[in-house]
């Protein structure tokens, strides 16, 4: 219960700080850098997070998010995974470390150079979050 209450107070908090805005409205500079880095990006909607716009949009029928700073730099993207591209090592750990858990979401996040694994895991009594290095190692999440 706790877990769910946290996941609506901060859902809440993001879509009060979030704000969405039209496409006129976003820089030539930043357009262009979503649109130079994932050239098949369809369905983008922009919002205003803090100093940041980001824009949600899907490739080949899966999830992005992509915020970017007004000069056009890419602080953070995010992509929606299917569990076979987790790497190896990620599913292992899952495997002994979480066996009585299965995998629901799988995000791969870039973070100004960083790469953490983002996995929501269901389990019997309650969910999970778990943030993952590319090796395997279970670290702090990023949000």
Known sequence: MKTLFLIIFVSSISYA?????????????????????FAKAKDIEWEMEGDLFKADFEVNSRDHELWIDRSGSIRRHREELSRR??????????KTEFQEYRIDDAHKVEDNGKILYHI????????????????????????
């Open 85 to 94: 591209d987790l790497p190896q090592v990620i599913t292992e750990k899952v």
């Open 17 to 37: 700080t979030a704000q969405d805005i039209a496409k006129s409205e976003v820089p030539s500079q930043v357009s262009s850098a979503l649109t130079s880095k």
């Open 120 to 143: 929501d895991l269901d389990g019997p009594d309650e969910d999970r979050e778990v943030w993952f290095a590319e090796d395997g190692t279970i670290e702090q999440g990023l949000e």
